[in-house]
């Protein structure tokens, strides 16, 4: 377990550095069928001949997250195309952007090979919250790729049943040692560090509004999914006139984009593309909104996706709980700093979220991910809004306690002692439409 040094800014710093640049990174389409394209890509170096087969193996969340959303670049959605096109066209040294670069002249050959039969996927029965498992033959040789706890944690590669690379599986349900140390912290220190960390150590957090906000325009021009965002910003009902209207519009048509199959990267948060929208598009629309300064941007950013990181760790890396809205919790903290700059305002906000929609459920990846961003996204706008009024849901309601760091804690606890038989339900119904 991870052993905090001090409490002084100084003994963080370092750890809140290192919790970023894990944490926050890009990744082309959901990340859990880019997880089994990963895994077929980092086959197919080790093997010379045409492919023969490829058996697909992965926890129950991955399954769930992966039957609907579109893969990136193919227009259909799956494990079978998101193993095809890891095969083909995935590039295993760029991680969760294996497959960014798949071309117009690659898709006949992923299309053939997701429909030639040659492709099996089913459940594994593990009790890791992530894993995947992917074996690909040609004639003569096969190979097996295993991945657990992170999505491009690659534990074992094997051919022809003799390892060729190989280090400790995780434990189930382990935990990274950024995560443990986001355990120790407190929200304060996060505040703290955000608004007073050299600007050189953050500004690399500039790319997720590059990125996030590039999904959104891209939203916006093209008919992804439901079009919700795109939908919102001409709706009869919502002029997308206030700042509410065109935070929700904005991070929606993101969302959009990254599940409806735009090759564009999104910067993921926790391992989750969608979480990263839903903390980096609110903040900056906040920071267009109120003439913010580049550096004040970057601050927000920073603290809006330290903050999501921080509630995540308390969470399970998969679940049942819809954790857009943990996120945007994030984005509520960055908001807060460019209105107010006053920290318990942000704790009452966070403790509005929880006692608002914290029981959102993730039914799998999919086009109505982007409800579930608006969602997020419209509570966000009411908590905070509340919190600068002065207005927090007290102590005696539900989740909510007196203290925001406990108030986060017992979220965690909802989500990771209560809602393990919620998400074998919903896969269930799911698997047997």
Known sequence: ???????????????????????????????????????????????????????????????????????????????????????????????????????????????????????????????????????????????????????????????????????????????????????????????????????????????????????????????????????????????????????????AAASDARMGGSQLPAMSNSGSGNQGITATVPVCIVARHEKSSEEQLIRALTLSHLTALYIHAFLPVLSAFCATDSAAMGAATGSIYLLTNDYYQACSAIKNMIGDAAGMVCDGAGCSCAMKVASSTSSMCRAVDLAIQGVEIPSTNGLVQDDVDQTIRGLGKLVTNGFGKTDSEILNVMMNK
């Not at 029965?125 to 003569?140: F, G, N, Q, R």
């Open 1 to 251: 377990m991870f052993q905090q040094a001090g409490t002084g800014k100084g003994s963080y710093e370092k750890m809140f550095i290192k919790s970023l640049k894990e944490g926050v990174v890009p990744a082309t389409g959901c990340t859990e069928p880019i997880a089994v394209a990963y895994a077929a890509a980092n086959c197919m170096p080790y093997l010379s001949g045409d492919i023969q087969a490829i058996d697909v193996s992965v926890s129950h969340n991955i399954m769930k997250n992966a039957m609907a959303v579109i893969v990136p670049g193919t227009g259909r959605p799956g494990l079978l195309v998101a193993a095809a096109a890891g095969a083909i066209a995935g590039d295993p040294a760029v991680g969760l952007s294996v497959i960014s670069k798949l071309s117009d002249e690659q898709l006949p050959k992923i299309n053939e090979l997701a429909d030639s039969g040659k492709i099996v996927t089913h459940i594994a029965e593990v009790e890791d919250d992530l894993y995947v498992e992917v074996t690909v033959s040609d004639a003569t040789d096969k190979v097996r790729v295993c991945i657990a706890g992170d999505h491009t944690n690659i534990f074992l590669i094997e051919k022809n049943d003799k390892p060729l690379y190989s280090k400790d599986r995780p434990a189930t349900h382990a935990i990274s040692e950024t995560k443990q140390f986001l355990q120790t912290v407190k929200l304060k220190n996060i505040w703290d560090f955000a608004l007073t960390e050299p600007l050189a150590n953050i500004v690399f957090m500039r790319k997720a509004a590059n990125f996030n906000l590039a999904l959104a325009e891209d939203g916006f021009q093209h008919d992804y999914g439901i079009k919700l965002g795109k939908s919102l910003k001409s709706s009869r009902l919502q002029k997308n006139t206030s700042l509410t209207e065109q935070i929700i519009s904005y991070t």
